[in-house]
């Protein structure tokens, strides 16, 4: 089986490609630390399966999506390992999309690049646990969705030390509808308790634009 190894970080290019070589039934063809090394060695010197960091910023040919979809064109043949330290669960399965089934995270052991690039070889698939995590992480329900903007205040009133009656009072709304709220937003948010909610923060505490009608 012939292997490519892509990345710019020299030591982890060479530390893949050392532990690939070592491997049963591998062979390293060859190495490059940009896009444009990388089209060229394809180019000159074909391989079965190209392991490939997501984010190579230099080379004309760009990195990421791009670079994938431009790759999967050419040389069709060529079937990739994305490894990458993104951890954004709509960018993997973007990756996905592009017809990538193979997909690790920069932190996983050696290992799993051995095992991915056997599957890879042979037209399955392998997404290593740290990656299905992300994935699973993303179809939490609350993991995802912006607060709407009545929740967002309701919460910044929280954190600041307002009680739900005085939050009620102060923006003219009965307990219920504000304990509702604060109940959807922790449901938003991912948390439990009020200790976590007062803590928390993340992307997910900027209000969703307000579009349509607030509970009163």
Known sequence: MRVMVADDHPVTLFGIAHSLQ???????TGTASNSTELV???GKQPCDVLVLDYVMPDG??????????MILRRFPEVRIVTITM??????????????????LSK???????VTAVHAAYTGGQYVSPSVVALFEDQEDPGATRKLSVREAEIVRLFRAGYKVGEIAAQLHR????ISSQKVAAMKKLGVTRDADLIRY??????????????QA
Do not use: N, W
């Open 22 to 28: 070592g491997a049963s039934g591998i062979q390293v």
């Open 40 to 42: 060229d060695a394809l």
């Open 60 to 69: 004309k040919y760009g990195d990421g999506q791009a670079l994938i979809s």
């Open 86 to 103: 993104v951890d954004d669960p709509a960018v993997l399965r973007a990756i996905q999309t592009l017809g990538v089934t193979c997909i």
């Open 107 to 113: 932190s996983d052991a050696m290992a799993h690049i």
């Open 174 to 177: 009965s307990k219920q509808t």
């Open 201 to 214: 923060s993340g992307d997910e505490m900027q209000p969703e634009p307000e579009g349509g009608q607030e």
